[in-house]
């Protein structure tokens, strides 16, 4: 069975991890800090609801075969991200905890066959079902990252 953030048990595991970071929670690879990694994973879940990133990435393959890799096959550490979603500055730990927390809320409030879902710039354009699985793998992925 796929795995979605839609799921209830899923999306109640994510956001108790969630809540579990601490401003000193230290990362087991990769560069951002803790809040670095929230916002990253926050300026992600926007771009899932309609906020569009300004660049989109090109690959030598049809993003439906990068789409597929992502959603398929697991991720190594320090996988590249698209540029837009790279932290580059320092970010206020708890606004960004209670923004993700919230964002969680919004995503997984919206009906997976809605129309209207954000475009990727590496992915393309995605449905519901697509963004629910990048979205549980994509935080599992960073929380992973820090332990928790």
């Known amino acids: 069975m796929t795995t979605m953030l839609h799921d209830p048990a899923v999306r109640d595991s994510i956001r108790g991890r969630v809540q579990r970071l601490t401003p000193t929670s230290t990362r087991a690879w990769g560069k ?13 879940l926007n771009n899932a609801l309609g906020q569009p990133l300004p660049t989109e990435m090109r690959f030598p393959v049809p993003k439906a075969v990068i789409r597929f890799l992502v959603l398929n096959v ?5 996988a590249p991200t698209a540029p837009d ?10 606004a960004e905890r209670q923004r993700c927390l919230q964002l ?4 997984t ?20 079902r697509q963004w629910s699985r990048l979205h549980a793998k994509h935080l599992d992925h960073h929380l992973r990252q820090f332990s928790v």
């Open 32 to 44: 951002m800090s803790v809040d670095q990694m929230l916002w990253h994973v926050n300026t992600s």
């Open 74 to 78: 697991p991720w190594t550490k320090g």
């Open 85 to 94: 979603l790279v932290a580059g500055e320092r970010y206020d730990f708890e």
């Open 104 to 107: 969680i809320d919004e995503f």
């Open 109 to 128: 409030n919206r009906k997976l066959d809605e129309t209207g879902w954000g475009k990727s710039p590496s992915l393309g354009t995605m449905n519901g």
